[in-house]
Nanobody, 126 residues
Framework: VQLQASGGGLVQPGGSLRLSCEASGLTFSRWTMGWFRQAPGKEREFVAAITRDGGSAAYADSVKGRFTISRDNAKNTVYLQMNSLKPEDTAVYYC????????????????????WGQGTLVTVSS
């Protein structure tokens, strides 16, 4: 199984970026997908997660209303659209795959995810 994240970069505060994560080696539509991030000196934290069919999603309070997670099961890809970016959004962003159905008790827990991408760096700075 491979998860290949891309789309990170340097952006000014208030700007936008779209991250992509392409999966291979698994039946993508059977996996709950999530995005996490880790800033320097901090623990990895939940950002967003999406159900297998893309019909429902959950977000961290810190990104709600600014970030949107989506997926295209035909392309084996999950996306994270990030708008109104702030300096505190600076982090390495990771996509992850969970074989279990989306549930309130687990989607925000990194340890519940089975596979992880390599991460893509997002830097928000003027």
């Amino acid at each position: 199984v491979q998860l290949q994240a891309s789309g990170g970069g340097l952006v000014q505060p208030g700007g936008s970026l779209r991250l992509s994560c392409e999966a291979s080696g698994l039946t993508f539509s059977r996996w709950t997908m999530g995005w996490f991030r880790q800033a320097p000196g901090k623990e990895r934290e939940f950002v967003a997660a999406i159900t297998r069919d893309g019909g429902s999603a959950a977000y961290a309070d810190s990104v709600k209303g600014r970030f949107t997670i989506s997926r295209d099961n035909a392309k084996n890809t999950v996306y994270l659209q990030m708008n109104s970016l702030k300096p505190e959004d600076t982090a390495v962003y990771y996509c992850a795959a969970d074989s279990a159905p989306f549930s309130r008790g687990r989607y925000y827990r990194p340890n519940e995810y089975d596979f992880w991408g390599q991460g893509t760096l997002v830097t928000v700075s003027s």
